[in-house]
T-cell receptor, first 114, second 111 residues
Framework: DAGVIQSPRHEVTEMGQEVTLRCKPI?????LFWYRQTMMRGLELLIY????????DSGMPEDRFSAKMPNASFSTLKIQPSEPRDSAVYFC????????????FGPGTRLLVL | SQQGEEDPQALSIQEGENATMNCSYK?????LQWYRQNSGRGLVHLIL?????REKHSGRLRVTLDTSKKSSSLLITASRAADTASYFC???????????FGGGTRLMVKP
């Protein structure tokens, strides 16, 4: 199994630009999670999906952030417009079932907004 | 505030020694998990212990859970340089599908 795939692995952009992060979960996993990791705030859950439907987006910091899951094998996290404080590592994770079962993480996208 | 808080924040030991990390949490849980993160990588699941379990083993890993004290410990025996990483506990409360991660313990194992 290829595991969770994320792209790009690194992204450097200028303030005000749109950023799109991509994730392919493990095939057959019904849950997909987007996290953000920073030194100051640790690992924060942004949003999660069940069967492609957003269930809880209370962790999305503001309206500049949006996430979609058009099908079971693809999700995007978009930041528009980006700001320097969005610089972080963004992880996607998937799990077979809900109920807080094991999550499988992708390698992350390291985002730097100048 | 975070549900899980690891202690210590950083730990440095010699190869061959045992490493113990602790996690405290605030609310009732369904399960508690430990993850490892190598520098620049994603998190890797190590072990899951359910609220009705007290101890679990996996290879050189031993996890204990004390629900009365709302705490867990992760013991790595006979540590190796390759164990150098950050270790996170994550809790799932009784209400839903999410995990709440602690701030992590940075472990350095010196060869």
């Amino acid at each position: 199994d290829a595991g969770v795939i994320q792209s790009p692995r690194h992204e450097v952009t200028e303030m005000g630009q749109e950023v799109t992060l991509r994730c392919k979960p493990i095939s057959g996993h019904d849950y997909l999670f987007w996290y953000r990791q920073t030194m100051m705030r640790g690992l924060e859950l942004l949003i999660y999906f069940n069967n492609n439907v957003p269930i809880d987006d209370s962790g999305m910091p503001e309206d500049r952030f949006s996430a979609k899951m058009p099908n079971a094998s693809f999700s995007t996290l978009k930041i528009q417009p980006s700001e320097p404080r969005d610089s972080a590592v963004y992880f996607c994770a998937s799990s077979l079932r809900g109920g807080g079962e094991t999550q499988y993480f992708g390698p992350g996208t390291r985002l730097l907004v100048l | 505030s975070q549900q899980g808080e690891e202690d210590p924040q950083a730990l440095s030991i010699q190869e061959g020694e045992n490493a113990t990390m602790n996690c405290s949490y605030k609310t009732s849980i369904n399960n508690l998990q430990w993850y490892r993160q190598n520098s620049g990588r994603g998190l890797v699941h190590l072990i899951l212990i359910r609220s009705n379990e007290r101890e679990k083993h996996s290879g050189r890993l031993r996890v204990t859970l004390d629900t009365s004290k709302k705490s867990s410990s992760l013991l790595i025996t006979a540590s190796r340089a390759a164990d150098t990483a950050s270790y996170f506990c994550a809790t799932n409360n009784n209400a839903g599908n999410m995990l709440t991660f602690g701030g992590g313990t940075r472990l350095m194992v010196k060869p």
